[in-house]
């Protein structure tokens, strides 16, 4: 087979809760443990199922997302991420026509713009043979949306599922299997969208899902019918060869700092070398031209965070004498005063930004954020429960003003003290270089 020829499927699902991410780590830990080497993908801005990707396939999952990246760069990233692989997997997001704005945005549209089939899961839970008007309208909805094939969840008995063989068939849509209605393969809720602990065995259970996915999917058939060309053209760079002079780049990655694009760090390789450290348990800053906090759960290491005083005193002294540092959500939380659990304990942080940040009365903020800033738009996301309380004597001023996808304002903030940059937008830079916004 052609190299630009291979099996690429876009798993969808009729509705969110229908089982896609499930079904997604059981097909690609099922690929992984044949041997397959398998380029896992997720549609949209999250950050917690590219990390299970990334667990049961073996390999770094990377975000295609057409509102932060833009259509072309898209494209180039999934050819880049994908060239090597013998079978792409992309996870959809919500439901399959779901966007931002009608259809813009959605895993629907990806699949267009990747050119590349759609793999429906749908959840089978309280219905039968009315599958078919549902999965009907999904194949004909849109006509440049291929539906090559229906995966149904949450089946009751080996009847049930011959009924819904019977819509397919009446439909003429390949069915290639099912998932038993089975509670030990349902992802605690705790971790959908809230974080990945040491208390979920994540091995056991990707394991589990895959000898599902093996004894009730035709894996085979499922390879066979999504096997299509590849699109886009890959780029030169991937491995990110730094130019000369290269940059000196420290990046907080660990337990309470993990909201991190893939194509990100890709960039910023680009620009010199990238060096990972641990607020939590490392007690010396990496020496560096930029420092990069990124989200996480900081809420959820809070006395460990407070008790390193070494780094939050090193993270300070850097950015007083002038050093460059992108902070955003978490990793601006980080920065303040203090940081108060739901409780209302204060825990106190690296006091470089004089407001505190507070998860008392959480209340979820999130969507896309667009703004412009040094002489260029720039995209992300938002997703975080905390606030932040103004210090009365210096309240800070954003520098932005912030919208979301429709366009209309939102409250959203940025700072800048000194050559520190914050806010609670998670953003996209896989096509820029991110010091220029210096």
């Known amino acids: 087979m052609s190299a630009n020829v291979k099996p690429q499927i876009l798993i969808g699902a009729a509705s969110s809760g229908s089982g896609k991410t499930t079904f997604t780590l059981g097909l690609l830990r099922a690929l992984r443990n044949r041997g397959i080497v398998v380029q896992p993908f997720k549609c949209g801005p999250d950050y917690i199922d590219p990390q299970y990707h990334s667990l049961a396939a ?75 008007p549902i999965i009907y309208g999904y194949m004909n909805f849109c006509p440049g949306v291929r539906i090559a094939g229906v995966v149904f969840n949450m089946v009751g008995s080996a009847s049930h599922y011959a009924t819904l063989v019977d819509a397919c068939n009446d439909l003429g849509v390949p069915v290639l299997g ?15 969208g809230l974080s990945l602990d040491e208390e979920f065995l994540f091995e056991e259970y990707a394991d589990k899902v895959a000898a599902m996915v093996e004894e009730y999917v035709d894996v085979d058939m499922l390879l066979e019918i999504s096997t ?11 491995a990110g060869a730094p130019q000369e002079n290269a940059h000196r780049i420290a990046v907080a990655r660990d337990e309470a700092f993990n909201f991190i694009y893939r194509e990100n760090i890709s960039s910023l390789r680009r620009l010199g070398k990238v060096e990972f450290f641990s607020p939590l348990k490392d007690t010396q800053l990496p020496e560096c031209d930029l420092l990069y906090l990124p989200g996480g759960y900081p809420e959820l290491y809070l006395e460990q965070l407070q008790g390193n005083v070494e780094m939050r005193g090193q993270i300070k002294d850097y950015i007083e004498n002038g050093g460059k540092c992108w902070a ?14 739901e409780q209302g304990r204060e825990y ?30 720039l995209r992300g996301h938002e997703f975080h429960y905390s606030r932040v309380v103004p210090d009365p004597g210096h309240p800070l001023q954003s520098i932005a003003r912030l919208y979301n996808a429709a366009g209309n304002e939102v409250a959203t903030p940025l700072y800048r003290y000194r050559n520190l940059i914050a806010g609670y937008t998670h953003l996209y830079w896989g096509n820029m270089n991110l010091l220029e916004l210096f």
């Open 328 to 341: 955003e959500c978490g990793g601006m939380m980080y920065l303040c005063r203090s940081i108060s659990d």
């Open 228 to 238: 299509v060309p590849m699109c886009g053209v890959a780029a030169d760079n991937v």
């Open 178 to 192: 099912y998932l038993p209605k089975n509670n030990d393969i349902a992802i605690p809720s705790r971790h959908l």
């Open 58 to 132: 073996g390999r770094d999952s990377v975000n295609l997302d057409e509102f932060m990246c833009g259509e072309g760069h898209m494209r180039e990233v999934y050819a880049t991420y994908g060239a090597d692989a013998a079978v792409n997997v992309v996870e959809g997001v919500m439901g399959l026509f779901d966007g931002y704005s009608r259809m813009e945005g959605s895993s629907a549209q990806v699949a267009q713009l990747l050119d590349i089939p759609v793999l429906l899961v749908v959840n089978a839970k309280s219905c039968a043979y009315s599958v078919a």
């Open 348 to 377: 106190e942080m690296c006091g470089v930004l004089g407001q505190k940040a507070t998860m008392v009365g959480k209340r979820l903020q999130m969507g896309y954020r667009r703004f412009s800033y040094a002489g260029r738009e």
